[in-house]
């Protein structure tokens, strides 16, 4: 569980060379693969850049073997 957190994906005394590799796109939280996971009072700021993201599903989505890519709500 993750429970009232706050989240920053970039803050205003991020390094400059950040806003010029393009690669760089964080996820706030990678959801893992199993049930029951939950994330209560969080809050997300300033995600609108590259390809970041508050939320990921799927930890182990990311390698090539992964199955299940998906996310599900409540």
């Not at 060379?17 to 706030?28: A, C, L, Q, T």
Request: with cysteine.
């Amino acid at each position: 569980m993750v429970k009232d957190a706050l989240i920053v994906g970039k803050s205003n005394n991020h390094e400059k060379w950040i806003d010029e590799v393009e690669r760089i796109s964080p996820h706030g939280i990678i959801a893992p693969r199993s049930e029951n996971f939950t994330i209560d009072g969080a809050k997300f700021f300033n995600f609108d850049f590259h390809n970041a993201s508050a939320l990921g599903s799927c930890s182990h989505c990311f390698h090539d073997a992964a199955t299940d890519s998906g996310v599900r709500e409540a």
